[in-house]
């Protein structure tokens, strides 16, 4: 077996140090091999938890390190590009942490860094790889719906902590960057295609001027249509429904896959069909490990997260027009 890609870690983001690391390590291409943080006594006790040999004070020790392949970057929102930008300036691939930034303008940046550096750069939205997704695009390509028209569906969860980065509307917090980008991305890629509008509601905090409850109308070619909710001050809850002229699916637990039991979708009345037991983020890791070594395509590329930001501020700015808005 080749040698596993060597990864460096940005920050000791909660996502990093609870699900992503310890996925990675279970990869049969990935290897953590070194972390960086602002915060290097605390971080040492995480490295010596899970085994990371190397931990740097600065993020700058980390990039020029030469034994490092790729960097996973899970810094806050508004970190996303210049931190990935530096690093594929160091010459190492970057698996860039959803959203891809705080604008389509900065996605387009990173994309021409990707081009002058000659690296691979992609977005993790590890959902896109999951058994669960790859399955309901398998029913909805072969069919099995009829013509797929309705992808509806919502995400929310509670969290008021003002210290939070989700609630800093500088750094790009608020429900639509965070978990709205989630039915936006899947959407586009069931129906293979962009959305043309969008109309779009959203109720912002009164103290952090985040947006805290957002819904959109994303509208597709021929009648087809995205409807969602998302929220960051709401009862927990996901679920998505894809509906058809012939039939529907129900994704039950459709972004965060627990990584530890079957994950479950349902065509129409049918019973629940189980799928594997995945853990998507070692999924993930392994296909962008594979595309650093030329066996593969990066799982979500620059240009559709380019295109999905562009989604995004569409909705954004419907939501303060009051209008329809073209993507």
């Known amino acids: 077996m080749a040698q596993k890609v060597r990864w460096g870690i940005l920050g000791n983001a909660k996502i990093a140090r609870e699900k992503v690391i310890p996925a990675m390590q279970r990869g049969?291409?990935?290897?953590?091999?070194?972390?960086?943080s602002r915060r290097p006594e605390e971080t040492r006790e995480l490295a010596a938890r899970l085994g990371i040999p190397?931990?740097?004070g600065r993020y700058e020790e980390l990039l020029t390190d030469p034994e490092i392949d790729a960097i996973y970057n899970p810094l806050p929102n508004h970190l996303h590009v210049p931190w990935s930008i530096r690093a594929a300036a160091a010459g190492k691939h970057?698996?860039?942490e959803k959203p891809i930034g705080l604008s389509s303008r900065e996605a387009a940046d990173l994309i021409a860094a990707?081009?002058?550096?000659?690296?691979?750069?992609?977005?993790?939205?590890?959902?896109?790889?999951?058994?669960?997704?790859?399955?309901?695009l398998e029913l909805v390509?072969?069919?099995?719906?009829?013509?797929l028209r309705l992808v509806l569906g919502g995400f929310s969860y509670f969290n008021r902590d003002a210290a939070n980065v989700r609630n800093n509307a500088q750094w790009g917090g608020g429900a639509l960057m965070d978990i709205g980008c989630y039915p936006v991305t899947l959407s586009r890629m069931l129906f293979g295609r962009e959305p043309e509008a969008v109309l779009a509601s959203l109720e912002r905090d009164p103290d952090f001027g985040t947006d805290r409850f957002t819904s959109a109308i994303l509208e597709y070619s021929q009648g087809a249509q995205c409807v969602f909710s998302c929220a960051t001050q709401l009862h927990p809850f996901q679920r998505m429904f894809l509906l058809g002229t012939k039939g529907k699916l129900e994704i039950e637990i459709p972004f965060n896959a627990p990584p530890d039991k079957p994950c479950r979708i349902r065509s129409g009345d049918a019973e629940w069909e189980n799928l594997a037991v995945a853990d998507q983020y070692t999924i993930q890791g392994d296909?962008?490990?594979?595309?650093?070594?030329?066996?593969?395509?990066?799982?979500?590329?620059?240009?559709?997260?380019?295109?999905?930001?562009?989604?995004?501020?569409?909705?954004?700015?419907?939501?303060?027009?009051?209008?329809?808005?073209?993507?």
């Not at 990707?114 to 309901?136: K, N, S």
């Not at 395509?297 to 999905?308: F, G, I, M, Q, S």
């Open 54 to 56: 190397k931990v740097y």
């Open 141 to 147: 390509q072969g069919g099995s719906l009829g013509e």
């Open 287 to 327: 296909l962008f490990s594979l595309a650093v070594r030329g066996e593969g395509e990066v799982p979500v590329r620059l240009e559709d997260a380019h295109a999905n930001m562009k989604v995004i501020e569409a909705i954004f700015r419907a939501a303060q027009s009051g209008k329809r808005e073209p993507v």
């Open 94 to 96: 970057v698996l860039c």
């Open 114 to 136: 990707r081009d002058r550096y000659g690296v691979q750069i992609g977005e993790a939205f590890m959902a896109r790889t999951h058994p669960q997704w790859l399955r309901a």
């Open 28 to 36: 049969s291409h990935s290897a953590v091999t070194a972390i960086a």
